[in-house]
T-cell receptor, first 114, second 109 residues
Framework: DSGVTQTPKHLITATGQRVTLRCSPR?????VYWYQQSLDQGLQFLIQ???????AKGNILERFSAQQFPDLHSELNLSSLELGDSALYFC?????????????FGEGSRLTVL | SQQGEEDPQALSIQEGENATMNCSYK?????LQWYRQNSGRGLVHLIL?????REKHSGRLRVTLDTSKKSSSLLITASRAADTASYFC?????????FGTGTQLKVEL
């Protein structure tokens, strides 16, 4: 158990809909990272938050947004969903803003868009 | 985009055999990490090797790094069925952590 909690584990929705994925980092970790894993793109970094502030953006679509709350949990919002958004979405955390070591990953949220 | 490419893409061995997977990367690095992912599960950190290290061991894992060739290898000795998983190399750190394409390892009884 990494200590990173993600909900929901699975969700199925239709195109055009909006979903919110939730992540609680390990106790004491200030950085939260969101990754998308799909068969064709592999693991792609989406966005990082550190202590409530956005710190870095990766390959995140404009239809996607995220935030980190004062209690350090984070939410990833995916809107106007398309079939191609079907993927595993992972949250990871680390103590520091820029971790040169390991990231601790949650079990992921599997999104299926029909 | 992927920083690393793992080779082979898939590997099937018998329990007790050794498994070797390779990772090539494109840019200079400070360290390289290996992660394991069981089917549909989260990634678990296995080992980190720094750019000034050539070899590192952790239990049944042995990692080598050749910065001149921009490559790393992960050796799992005396494999077990429980080692069945995908293995990813990752370079960079923090929000720059970039994963390779992964090797799917299947260990058969």
């Amino acid at each position: 158990d990494s200590g990173v909690t993600q909900t929901p584990k699975h969700l199925i929705t239709a195109t055009g809909q909006r979903v919110t994925l939730r992540c609680s980092p390990r106790s004491g970790d200030l950085s939260v990272y969101w990754y998308q894993q799909s068969l064709d793109q592999g693991l792609q970094f989406l966005i990082q938050y550190y202590n409530g502030e956005e710190r870095a953006k990766g390959n995140i679509l404009e239809r996607f947004s995220a935030q980190q709350f004062p209690d350090l949990h984070s939410e990833l919002n995916l809107s106007s969903l398309e079939l191609g958004d079907s993927a595993l979405y992972f949250c990871a955390s680390s103590v520091a803003y820029f971790s040169t070591g390991e990231l601790f990953f949650g079990e992921g949220s599997r999104l299926t868009v029909l | 985009s992927q920083q690393g490419e793992e080779d082979p893409q898939a590997l099937s061995i018998q329990e007790g055999e050794n498994a070797t997977m390779n990772c090539s990367y494109k840019t200079s690095i400070n360290n390289l990490q290996w992660y394991r992912q069981n089917s549909g599960r989260g990634l678990v950190h296995l080992i980190l090797i720094r750019s000034n290290e050539r070899e590192k061991h952790s239990g049944r894992l042995r990692v080598t790094l050749d910065t001149s060739k921009k490559s790393s290898s992960l050796l799992i000795t005396a494999s077990r069925a429980a080692d069945t998983a995908s293995y990813f190399c990752a370079t960079g750190g923090g929000n720059k952590l970039t994963f390779g394409t992964g090797t799917q390892l299947k260990v058969e009884l």
